[in-house]
Structures are given as C-alpha cells and as structure tokens.
C-alpha cells in the first residue's frame, strides 16, 4: 500500500508566474484535500475534491484552483503568485468526503513553495 | 469562522515527565478529533484520533475530548527528547457535503535530555 507522494518536493518562482502541484492519493482513497500551511501557522483548508469534482473550498481566491484526474490523484494550480504564497502546501487523502473518524487522513510530504 | 485554539508554547518538559497538551474548538458540530505531530520542515504526522468523551489511550499517549467544555488534550507520558516537536490539534467541521480538518496553530514542545 503506497502512502500519499507529492512532486515536487521544492520550487522556487517568480511573483506573477504560475505553478502547479501534484499529488497521488493513498491507494484506496477517493478524496483529495489541499493545505497551505505558512511558517509558524496551522494548515490552512484550501479545497477538497471528490469524484473529480471541488467539493469544499476555503478562503482562497480564484487564482487558487485544482482538478481531480479519474485515478484520484489532484493538482493543485496558482496564478499570478504572490509573495505571500510562499507556503508549504500539503495534499491529504482519504478514504471519502467525511474522512475517517480513526485515521483521519493522510498527509504527503509537502511542496516547499518560494516565491521571490 | 470555526476556529481551533491551541497555545503556541514552546512547552519545556524534562525527559521522563509529562507533557500536557491543551486545545479549543469553537464548532459545537466538530464530531472527530485529531493530534498531528511535525517535527520541522516535515509533514503532519497522525498520533491520535478521538471522537467520544473520555479518554483513549494508546502507548504512552493519552487523548482526552470533553464536548460540553469544547476542549481536547493530549498527554504524552515519560516524554522523550525525539518527541521533540510541534504538536497540531485539528477538529472536523461540516461542509455541506462532506468535512474538512480545521487546524490550530500548533505547540511546540521541547523536552529537555
């Protein structure tokens, strides 16, 4: 059973550029979460997606946008980066919407986000 | 806005004694909780889900949920330095189709050799 893998692991971009990050579902799970987790600070929820479709979404703008492939695994898009995006972004999986009252769900190892 | 409150610490321990961990939620609809530990530039690591009243236990970890007060802890007996980390209190809340992990801030726990 393979856990959740993120890519890349870092990257570094320029304000005003686009990015994308990726993420594989623990195997068995159907739903795709994404945080921003800045230095100091909690995770914060960025949106769920399920059956490839956002089903939840946080207090993040537009240029904040994501898609879900039929394999389950998810990408993560930001436009026009700015400073304040430097962040680590998480992805978590799990087994459906409503999580998993024991395991809760499982997180990646990150997306170390610079923006300069 | 549904919020998690946890103290930011840090939190000094010597080795071997226990270390209590505190958490608020706001939203009375939060049915499971959860502690992640991370240690640094690292993700969230799962050490313990609750979702009814009382106590669980598990190795030297012990959650505690308390509804009616809102609050979670964690304790961590004969703490060593490797649990060392930032501990992260997270509550689940309502969407309108599914849920999502609200997080706190995190505490950081530092135990001293």
């Known amino acids: 059973e393979t856990g959740v893998t993120q890519s890349p692991t870092h990257l570094i971009k320029t304000r005003g550029q686009q990015v994308t990050l990726r993420c594989s579902s623990q195997s068995g799970h159907n739903t795709v979460s994404w945080y921003q987790q800045a230095l100091g600070q909690g995770p914060q929820f960025i949106f769920q997606y399920y059956r490839e479709e956002e089903n939840g979404r946080g207090n993040f703008p537009p240029r904040f946008s994501g898609l879900q492939f039929p394999n389950y695994s998810s990408e993560l898009n930001v436009n026009a980066l700015e400073l304040d995006d430097s962040a680590l972004y998480l992805c978590?999986?799990?087994?459906?919407?409503?999580?998993?009252?024991?395991?809760?769900?499982?997180f990646g190892s990150g997306t170390r986000l610079t923006v300069v | 806005q549904k919020e998690v409150e946890q103290n930011s610490g840090p939190l000094s321990v010597p080795e071997g004694a226990i270390a209590s961990l505190n958490c608020t939620y706001s939203?009375?609809?939060?049915?499971?909780f959860f502690w992640y530990r991370q240690y640094s530039g690292k993700s969230p690591e799962l050490i313990m889900s609750?979702?009814?009243?009382g106590d669980k236990e598990d190795g030297r970890f012990t959650a505690q949920l308390n509804k009616a007060s809102q609050y979670v802890s964690l304790l961590i007996r004969d703490s060593q330095p490797s649990d060392s980390a930032t501990y992260l209190c997270?509550?689940?809340?309502?969407?309108?189709?599914?849920?999502?992990?609200?997080f706190g801030s995190g505490t950081r726990l530092l135990v001293r050799p």
């Open positions: 939203d009375r609809g939060s049915q499971s």
């Open positions: 609750i979702y009814s009243n």
């Open positions: 997270a509550a689940t809340v309502g969407m309108d189709s599914s849920y999502k992990l609200i």
């Open positions: 978590a999986s799990s087994l459906n919407p409503y999580g998993d009252r024991h395991y809760g769900y499982t």
